[in-house]
């Protein structure tokens, strides 16, 4: 038998918790193209990124009785055309709408789970002869950025495309019997036993010298990691949202577009950076909504993913990433006062000690009963009012299948939240797809209209002021006129006497 690949223990707990179906965790990606892509083409793309990537031809196969993660492993029946599906779409009054449609269903049906956990669709019919391609694919595989490297792979820099060489082979894998499972999960248990205690005794090694060398900045770096594992453990299983109701499975998209230079500037004026501006123009649309709802809270509770790769990692298309919940603040009314008050909120998430910690509280979380740790996992993620997360996109035009791409949208899973927004960036526009929750929001399209309206104060920030009008130079006076001096009178001649 081969290596046995097992789940991260962070995918782990994303696959798991899902025996609660309002924290499904499915990222999915609309990508809208200027024509209809050659479909042998977009065939041969797909079927190589599956040679490349052998994740997306692997089923998760685990045992809830185990303590071992779910395994990996080869679909022996892996079918390319379950996973992808051409869809004409009707499309009358010309709108994105038919697309979020399609991609809200997609989103919201659950994956075979005897099967590799992505699926595809390409949309056809739409105005103009544009097509969209919609790709879904659960966050145990993968995260946005990696998943966005992942489709790298389908990209080209011009119509014509590249000339990829032969088609690689395809991966191998055998399935393992119900005895190979049980003797792969006591190895796996021996082999984490042992990792486990030579990293408590590196641990312990590195406590005593660091106590001895440096008690005083022992204590502080202590007390430190002590105050962020609370902040990143403690349960909140209520929202702060007294505006937004109860959670559910249904789900309406949207998108917000804004030019990506506008928020860098706004960022920049208000002493922030483009991820200040971004969540600043959030908290002002939510702000808004709650406002014409009778109430503005003093703060509401996101859920921020917190990239960790490094740059040696940029080809990785895993996980690698720590939740980060924290409140926010919704008391200030001015956009660059609210973009300077959120930087050292939002730096703090990111450079929070605890995150190395990360994998270990994973680790329990995924050696607890899976009943146990969904309820845990719950109680840390049913207390989100929104997600916001940022993911970098292609800062030039890019082709698939002999089609350029316009927009690149994103939709991130609520996972308990009312409305998910999250921002990538594509040829020089920050593209905004908002993923609400149609229960905790009965009316989305209200909200959509909120967050527009935020976005567009914290991106006036970065405008200047105009310049005052100059008045124009008052006319000069044409100097009077002389006056011609009165001409004399002739004196009057006296009348002639008559003479006789």
């Known amino acids: 038998?081969?290596?046995?690949?097992?789940?991260?223990?962070?995918?782990?707990?994303?696959?798991?918790?899902?025996?609660?179906?309002?924290?499904?965790?499915?990222?999915?990606?609309?990508?809208?193209?200027?024509?209809?892509?050659?479909?042998?083409?977009?065939?041969?793309?797909?079927?190589?990124?599956t040679r490349m990537i052998p994740k997306l031809r692997q089923r998760a196969v685990g045992n809830p009785l185990s303590l071992a993660p779910p395994r990996w492993e080869i679909d022996p029946n892996f079918d390319m055309d379950y996973h992808l599906r051409w869809v004409s779409v009707p499309n009358p009054d010309?709108?994105?709408?038919?697309?979020?449609?399609?991609?809200?269903?997609?989103?919201?049906?659950?994956?075979?789970?005897?099967?590799?956990?992505?699926?595809?669709?390409?949309?056809?019919?739409?105005?103009?002869?544009?097509?969209?391609?919609?790709?879904?694919?659960?966050?145990?595989?993968?995260?946005?950025?990696?998943?966005?490297?992942?489709?790298a792979l389908l990209f080209d820099f011009d119509r014509a495309g590249a000339d990829l060489g032969p088609m690689p082979s395809k991966p191998k894998g055998e399935t393992a019997s119900f005895s190979d499972r049980i003797r792969q999960g006591v190895d796996f248990q021996a082999r984490t036993t042992v990792s486990d205690v030579r990293s408590a005794l590196g641990t312990g090694t590195d406590f005593v010298k660091d106590a001895v060398t440096d008690p005083i900045g022992m204590a502080t770096s202590a007390g430190e990691m002590a105050a962020s594992l609370s902040r990143m453990l403690a349960p909140a299983s209520e929202p702060m949202s007294t505006v937004f109701g109860e959670r559910s499975l249904s789900v309406y998209f949207d998108l917000i577009d804004v030019p990506l230079d506008d928020l860098k500037k706004a960022g920049k004026a208000g002493r922030g950076t483009l991820n200040d501006a971004f969540v600043a123009g959030v908290v002002g649309g939510l702000r808004r909504y709650h406002d014409r709802h009778g109430t503005i809270p003093d703060a509401l509770r996101v859920n921020m993913p917190v990239n960790l790769r490094s740059p040696g990692d940029a080809g990785a298309q895993g996980n690698s990433w720590v939740p980060a919940r924290f409140p926010v603040p919704m008391n200030e009314a001015d956009p660059a006062k609210r973009i300077q008050q959120l930087h050292p909120v939002l730096r703090q998430a990111r450079t929070e000690p605890a995150a190395?910690?990360?994998?270990?509280?994973?680790?329990?979380?995924?050696?607890?009963?899976?009943?146990?740790?969904?309820?845990?996992?719950?109680?840390?993620?049913?207390?989100?009012?929104?997600?916001?997360?940022?993911?970098?996109?292609?800062?030039i035009p890019v082709y698939f299948a002999g089609s350029q791409i316009l927009r690149m949208l994103p939709y991130a899973p609520k996972a308990g939240a009312a409305v998910n927004c999250a921002l990538m960036s594509y040829n020089g526009v920050a593209q905004i797809g908002v993923n609400i929750d149609t229960l905790a929001v009965p009316d989305p399209q209200e909200l959509v209209a909120d967050?527009?309206?935020?976005?567009?104060?914290?991106?006036?920030?970065?405008?200047?002021?105009?310049?005052?009008?100059?008045?124009?130079?008052?006319?000069?006076?044409?100097?009077?006129?002389?006056?011609?001096?009165?001409?004399?009178?002739?004196?009057a001649k006296k009348p002639a006497s008559d003479k006789k």
Do not use: C
């Open 451 to 491: 967050l527009k309206a935020g976005m567009a104060e914290v991106v006036s920030v970065g405008v200047p002021p105009a310049a005052p009008a100059k008045a124009a130079p008052a006319a000069k006076k044409a100097p009077a006129a002389k006056k011609a001096p009165a001409a004399k009178k002739a004196p």
């Open 1 to 49: 038998m081969s290596d046995d690949p097992r789940m991260d223990w962070a995918d782990a707990v994303m696959y798991g918790v899902e025996e609660d179906p309002l924290l499904r965790s499915v990222i999915t990606l609309v990508i809208l193209l200027d024509k209809e892509p050659d479909e042998a083409v977009v065939r041969d793309r797909i079927e190589r990124m």
């Open 94 to 151: 010309g709108t994105m709408r038919p697309v979020f449609t399609m991609a809200e269903q997609m989103a919201e049906g659950d994956f075979d789970r005897a099967r590799p956990l992505w699926e595809m669709a390409l949309l056809t019919g739409l105005k103009d002869d544009q097509a969209a391609f919609i790709t879904k694919i659960h966050h145990s595989v993968t995260d946005g950025i990696g998943g966005l490297q992942m489709a």
């Open 356 to 395: 190395v910690l990360t994998d270990q509280v994973f680790r329990l979380l995924t050696m607890l009963p899976r009943s146990i740790s969904t309820v845990v996992a719950g109680g840390l993620m049913k207390g989100t009012d929104f997600v916001a997360t940022n993911v970098p996109g292609p800062p």
